[in-house]
Nanobody, 115 residues
């Protein structure tokens, strides 16, 4: 059974940095994308950055050059720098498994940026 587990959230000062982790386990297809989403209070869930199994990275507008996505084995990291209050959100990891045509969400990890 595939599991997607986020960690690394917490409280951080304005201008600080934080690195989130997304650990995948179970049987995953050979072609997949992992995307970090975030959802702020009262807002829709939006994508921040994505990485494929081959390492191709895609950044969305909210990343603004401050976020870096990377992968080491079955863990996908989201390094976030120059954090601001707008970055306060629950961050979710999504596995889009193209090999087995399945989609999985983690339960999220909360990031709170103190202004």
């Amino acid at each position: 059974q595939v599991q997607v587990v986020e960690s690394g959230g917490g409280l951080v000062q304005h201008g600080g940095s934080l690195t989130l982790s997304c650990t995948l386990s179970g049987r995953i297809g050979s072609t997949f994308f992992v995307t970090w989403y975030r959802q702020s209070p009262g807002e829709e869930r939006i994508a921040t950055a994505s990485i494929s199994e081959s390492g191709k990275r895609t950044y969305f507008s909210v990343a603004e050059g401050r976020f870096t996505i990377s992968r080491e084995a079955n863990t996908i990291f989201l390094q976030m720098n120059s954090l601001k209050s707008d970055d306060t959100a629950v961050y979710y990891c999504n596995l889009d498994d193209r090999g087995y045509d399945r989609n999985y969400w983690g339960r999220g990890t909360t990031v709170a940026v103190l202004s």
